[in-house]
Structure formats: structure tokens, C-alpha cells
């Protein structure tokens, strides 16, 4: 069952833009299994680096973010090095892909 639920998330990553659906951070606190989350943001992760597309929109870009760090605080002293690596790409992939100029831009309003 996860493999296919994986498998549906990344194609819905392709497709439609998942990570703009206004419910979708709904549906991913659905996800009550910690392994399984971690299991789901990472393929998020991946197909967010495959697609190469740049997020502007700021609700987007904060979700990303949040999966992006879900993601990195499943590393801890036991983890090994390879996985280390690879979660770190995915992050800095990421990163990347999102525009930061607009959150940015908001949050020197709100400071203001």
C-alpha cells in the first residue's frame, strides 16, 4: 500500500501541482505513521528536484520549506553518512527551486 501510495503522490507531483493545492497540507497531517510521512516528503522531495520548476507563491514556498525540515530532522547520530548526503541534496534541491524574494519582501513588511 505505500508503494502505490508513493507512486500516486509522484505522479500528482507531476501532473497537477500538488504542492499548490490549498488542501494539501491538510492531507499530509492525515499521515499518522512517522515513516511513512518521511517516506511520502521525501518522494515530494525528489519529484520537486526531477520537475526543476520554480515556486513563487509564498504558502508554497512555506510548505516546502516545512517538508524540507520534516525531512532533515529525521537525520540523527546514527544516521549513516550516505543517508546524510542524500537528504542534504534533496534539501539544498529544494531550496533552489523556490523563489525567497517575496517571503522575504513579506516578512520585512511585518517587521516594519
Keep these: 500500500q505505500t ?23 491538510s492531507l499530509a497531517s492525515l499521515i499518522s505513521d512517522d515513516t511513512v510521512k518521511l517516506g511520502v516528503y521525501t518522494r515530494i522531495l525528489e519529484a520537486v528536484r ?14 516546502l520549506l516545512n517538508i524540507a525540515k520534516y525531512v532533515g530532522s529525521s537525520i ?6 550516505d543517508q546524510e548526503r542524500q537528504i542534504s541534496e534533496l534539501i ?17 513588511y511585518l517587521t516594519e
Design 3 to 25: 508503494c502505490a501510495f508513493r507512486s500516486r503522490i509522484m505522479k500528482w507531483i507531476s501532473n497537477q501541482d500538488l504542492l499548490e493545492m490549498p488542501v494539501f497540507s
Design 50 to 63: 526531477t520537475e526543476n520548476k520554480m515556486f513563487t507563491a509564498v504558502s508554497t514556498v512555506q510548505l
Design 76 to 81: 540523527n547520530a546514527l544516521s549513516p553518512a
Design 92 to 108: 539544498i534541491s529544494s531550496i533552489r527551486c523556490t523563489n525567497l524574494q517575496r517571503c522575504e519582501k513579506q516578512l520585512q
